[in-house]
């Protein structure tokens, strides 16, 4: 995704990763990642506009934290092997980045940011999955489009079979890996449904869909019986 791609730029990651699996055999020049983080990251909110908004607020926000976590857990490993020449404490870093973004729409986006873990890797990608998903399904909503949909099918069959793969070692704690109700391993049918392409089922998916939300339970057994009303009143009409 673009937006991991530019949020990886403006929070000068590489060189952390660079210094991280030994690329450069120097200490980390921790003023100068500093100064390099707090320029890049003044140009990200002068044009945040473009990556943040109302409707995916909350998704930037987990991005940030979770790239800031991915910072700590650089930081505090080059700490350890005494990597880092000067003083670059992470709490300077989320710090900044909250004085920075106190006055825009994002403000209180910055929570208790802990190290990366290889579980909080696994919730970003299936973060990042639920993104896309819902970005494929709302391009062929109002317009169906055959080669989209198929694209979307695959899509969502593709990660299903991935993040299904991960079940085993991760059941005693499956709760944990849960964004939403329709973006969760605990979840496996609503987060991965089945898309149906050929023109009938796509559009007997997309009213039943409609009739859910708006609806309810009530509006389905609606739906139900008028689709089932309909049919008998074809079959006699075929008499």
């Not at 700490?79 to 403000?107: M, Q």
Request: positive net charge.
């Amino acid at each position: 995704m673009e937006v991991n791609a530019k949020l990886r730029e403006t929070l000068n990651l590489s060189e952390l990763v660079n210094k991280y699996n030994g690329k450069n055999s120097e200490k980390l020049n921790g003023s100068l990642w500093m100064s390099t983080f707090e320029t890049k990251f003044q140009a990200f909110c002068e044009q945040i506009s473009e990556y943040w908004n109302s409707s995916n607020k909350d998704k930037r926000c987990r991005d940030l934290n979770f790239y800031l976590s991915e910072i700590r857990y650089y930081l505090d490993d080059l700490k350890k092997k005494k990597r880092i020449d000067g003083a670059l404490e992470f709490d300077k870093v989320t710090g900044y980045v909250n004085i920075e973004i106190k006055n825009l729409k994002v403000n209180n986006c910055v929570k208790n940011v802990n190290a990366l873990t290889e579980e909080m890797q696994l919730k970003k990608n299936l973060d990042d999955y639920c993104e896309n998903r819902d970005f494929m399904k709302n391009r062929i909503k109002y317009k169906f489009d055959d080669i989209n949909c198929e694209k979307y099918s695959r899509y969502v069959e593709s990660n299903k079979i991935k993040f299904l793969s991960t079940l085993p070692s991760i059941k005693q704690h499956l709760s944990y890996y849960t964004v939403d109700r329709i973006c969760s391993l605990s979840n496996i049918r609503n987060t991965f449904p089945i898309v149906h392409c050929s023109g009938f089922m796509y559009y007997f998916d997309k009213i039943f869909e409609i009739y859910l939300l708006k609806y309810g339970f009530l509006g389905i057994i609606t739906f139900v019986l008028i689709l089932s009303s309909s049919m008998m009143i074809r079959r006699v009409n075929e008499k």
